[in-house]
């Protein structure tokens, strides 16, 4: 068994193990395996090990990665890094979901530049939840304006809320902030009754982050190790 293969299911059984202590469905629990500066190798080894959802943070990283697997249409591509307006462009043409959306300015550009034969741009709005200068994010009280601004794009489709809290290696610190995010994602889901995700927990605060609600967790250093930033150019496999 693979290094790769072997942290997956590692991280698989926590993400169950979160999920059963909080007596919810391991299955409600999507896995998003963080692949960024990882070679298409490390990627070809979590795919064979049943893995298909992957984000990415640099645009042309990913869009290259994109490019290397399009044989495989099971692959589905999510962006989840700081998006630029000069890189919306390739965002929009090749991903399938897009974590990062702060801006209405962003989103429109999105939406305008969705190439008309490929489904609506799956968005979730990030919340800067910890009011971290350093982090993109809206404040919590821009979400009823910026979600009905999205709400109305033809080539985008809201589906929730994504949030990297601060460094916090306390349980119930944790928690306290994903229930925030968790109370927040209700309430919009009162107004848009057809979003689905939340989109928070990584590595360090995952069972924290499923405890208050999250369905999705984005997983990279606990699957493929420590990041390498000495390359991120897609290797040949």
């Known amino acids: 068994m693979s ?5 997956l299911q590692d991280v698989r059984n926590r993400i ?13 629990i999507t896995l998003l395996a963080v692949s960024k500066t990882k070679p298409v190798a490390a ?9 298909h959802a992957f984000g990415e943070n640099y645009v042309q990283e990913g869009v290259d990665k994109i490019h290397y697997f399009a044989g495989n249409p099971e692959l589905e591509w999510h962006f989840i890094g700081p998006l630029q307006s000069n890189k919306s462009r390739l965002v929009a043409e090749n991903f399938a979901w897009c974590h990062t959306v702060d801006r209405l300015k962003i989103a429109k550009r999105l939406s305008e530049q969705r190439p008309a034969d490929m489904p609506a741009l799956n968005v979730l709005i990030q919340v800067n939840i910890s009011d971290e200068q350093s982090k993109s994010g809206i404040q919590l009280a821009e979400l009823p304006d910026l979600a009905a601004g999205i709400h109305g794009l033809p080539n985008l489709k809201l589906r929730g809320l994504m949030a990297i809290p601060a460094p916090e290696s306390d349980f119930q610190r944790q928690l306290a902030v994903f229930q925030q995010m968790n109370q927040a994602f209700l309430t919009l889901k009162q107004r848009y009754p057809e979003i689905d995700t939340l989109s928070m927990g ?4 995952m069972a924290a982050a499923i405890s208050a609600g999250s369905n999705l967790v984005r997983i990279g250093t606990a699957i493929f190790g420590a990041r390498d930033y000495g390359s991120t150019a897609p290797a040949q496999a």
Do not use: K, L, V
């Open 16 to 28: 169950a193990a979160a999920a059963r202590n909080c007596e919810r469905s391991p299955e409600e």
């Open 43 to 51: 990627i070809e080894e979590a795919i064979a090990a049943g893995q």
């Open 3 to 7: 290094t790769i293969q072997q942290n």
């Open 202 to 205: 990584m590595t360090d605060d």
